[in-house]
T-cell receptor, first 117, second 109 residues
Framework: DADVTQTPRNRITKTGKRIMLECSQT?????MYWYRQDPGLGLRLIYYSFDVKDINKGEISDGYSVSRQAQAKFSLSLESAIPNQTALYFCATSEGLAGAAGYNEQFFGPGTRLTVL | RKEVEQDPGPFNVPEGATVAFNCTYS??????FFWYRQDCRKEPKLLMSVYSSGNEDGRFTAQLNRASQYISLLIRDSKLSDSATYLC??????????FGKGTTLSVSS
């Protein structure tokens, strides 16, 4: 079984609808992240969480919200979807910092392809 | 200037070729560096970390030049299975990873 799972894998919705993307992990990692990927723009960070009580905005958080329900679960919500939120969304996890300056590998889920009409 | 910039692609090479990818980053405070690989429509996966002393993993060699804020990835004896997009990644402070847009490699027989 995959260590990081995302549901749904594909979703088509209409403008103005509320959408929730879910991420679960069995790796036991404290840190979880949500990214979106657009052609020509690369991966961009939406939100991240370093533990259950910690939520931080990334570079493109407008129009999104998140919930860290448990160590293993991190959900991304689009309160009122708009067409320019059409993208491939990835959840990722990692362990905490590897020492004072180190950084640990991020493990990605398989992605959710979201289309907003 | 974008925080992480990579060579524009695509790179089209024959099997057995040696190919090099370059990446520059703008934040001198970046502390950790990586190359990730992403296959078409798949999730990114770590290829290798990049250390100041340079590091090698089989056919792959990564180099870091902190003074020039430059990272490279060399692939020797390219295989068909190396075809993918390679993402240069740096840290921003103590928060999260910043990804370059990626360079696409296509290896042909």
């Amino acid at each position: 079984d995959a260590d990081v799972t995302q549901t749904p894998r594909n979703r088509i919705t209409k403008t103005g609808k509320r959408i929730m993307l879910e991420c679960s992990q069995t790796k036991g990692h404290d840190r979880m992240y949500w990214y979106r990927q657009d052609p020509g723009l690369g991966l961009r960070l939406i939100y991240y969480s370093f533990d259950v009580k910690d939520i931080n905005k990334g570079e493109i958080s407008d129009g999104y919200s998140v919930s860290r329900q448990a160590q293993a679960k991190f959900s991304l919500s689009l309160e009122s979807a708009i067409p320019n939120q059409t993208a491939l969304y990835f959840c990722a996890t990692s362990e905490g910092l590897a020492g004072a300056a180190g950084y640990n590998e991020q493990f990605f889920g398989p992605g959710t392809r979201l289309t907003v009409l | 200037r974008k925080e992480v910039e990579q060579d524009p692609g695509p790179f089209n090479v024959p099997e057995g070729a040696t190919v090099a990818f370059n990446c520059t980053y703008s934040n001198s405070a970046s502390q950790s560096f990586f190359w990730y690989r992403q296959d078409c429509r798949k999730e990114p996966k770590l290829l290798m970390s990049v250390y100041s002393s340079g590091n090698e993993d089989g056919r792959f060699t990564a180099q870091l030049n902190r003074a020039s804020q430059y990272i490279s990835l060399l692939i020797r004896d390219s295989k068909l299975s190396d075809s993918a997009t390679y993402l240069c990644v740096v840290t921003r402070g103590g928060t999260a990873l910043i990804f370059g847009k990626g360079t696409t490699l296509s290896v042909s027989s």
